[in-house]
Structures are given as C-alpha cells and as structure tokens.
C-alpha cells in the first residue's frame, strides 16, 4: 500500500526496544499484523535483525549503545498523519527534546508515558533484559487519520 492510501487509515506501529538478541516468538507472532515496527535500538546480533525483518511490515530501526558496527541513524524524526515523532535510543536531557510532538527512546529498559513541556516522552520497555523490576514489555502506537494518538504497553510473561 502506498503511503497516501496508509494516511488515510489508522497506523498501527509496534514499538519495541532493547531486545538484546531476545526476540521472542510469540512477540513475532504479533508484529506482522503492524503497519510498521519501530526497533529504538540495541537490537545487538544480525540474526535479531534478519528475524524481525522477515516479519514482514516496513522496519524502522535506530542505533543503540550496544549496536556496534551498524549504519543506522542514531536518531529519526518521522511523520504519521500530521504527527511528529522522534526516535532515539538513548533518551535527551529534558531541555533539548526537539521540536516535536513526540519523542520515543529506549535505553532505560523501563516502560515511560510522560509529557515535558508539551512533548509525550514514551518507552515501551525492553523486550530483551528488563529493569528495576518493569517486566519485558513492547508497545503499540496507534495514529489515527485525524491525529490522535493511542499508546499502550504489553506486558509479556
């Protein structure tokens, strides 16, 4: 589907995180019903990569501090019907967000829904190893045609 066809429709994005080589099947099983997935770094080993690939929706991925050796960028802004959205790994100091209406990080391996100064700052947590006691978790990213946006975490077991 052309990206015209795909303005006009709720975009489903799944966003996840820090696998660090832990990719598992039932989150696969998932994923391919996405529009799009998100990966916001430290995917870590090719064979995670190829994984993900295969799933099937377009594949948007960022650098992350255990990424060595990989070309991608180490942040991207996006724009999905008429929403901004910044992708990093390693979350900014507050004070220099950017001009967007979202930013989404990993990094912290802890899940986070939070406004600072007007911009949503989200995380779905890490899919590999969780942290301070957040269990393993990824996200969905609904973006409707009008704008509004959903977020919500998924826990897994």
């Known amino acids: 589907m052309n990206r015209g066809a795909l303005e006009k429709l709720s975009l489903q994005i799944a966003v996840i995180a820090d696998t660090h080589d832990h990719f598992p099947n039932a989150v696969a099983q998932e994923l391919v019903n996405a529009n799009e997935i998100w990966h916001l770094g430290d995917v870590c ?15 948007t991925v ?9 070309t991608w960028p180490r942040e991207l802004t996006l724009q999905r019907n008429g929403v901004s959205f ?3 790994h390693i979350p900014p100091p507050d004070s220099i967000i950017g001009e967007v209406d979202f930013l989404l990080h990993g990094h912290t391996h802890i899940p986070r829904d939070e406004t600072v100064e007007g911009i949503r700052i989200l995380n779905p947590g890490a899919i590999g190893r969780a942290n301070k006691g957040a269990p393993p978790s990824y ?10 946006v959903e977020w919500s975490i998924v826990r897994l077991k």
Not at 45 to 58: S, V
Not at 62 to 70: E, K, P, S
Not at 141 to 147: I, N
Request: charged letters at 20%; a positive charge; aromatic letters at 6%.
């Open 62 to 70: 960022i650098l992350g501090n255990n990424d060595h050796f990989q």
């Open 86 to 88: 910044r992708l990093i």
């Open 45 to 59: 080993r090719k064979a995670t990569l190829q994984k993900i690939h295969r799933l099937g929706p377009p594949l």
């Open 139 to 148: 996200a969905w990213l609904t973006v409707t045609p009008d704008g509004r």
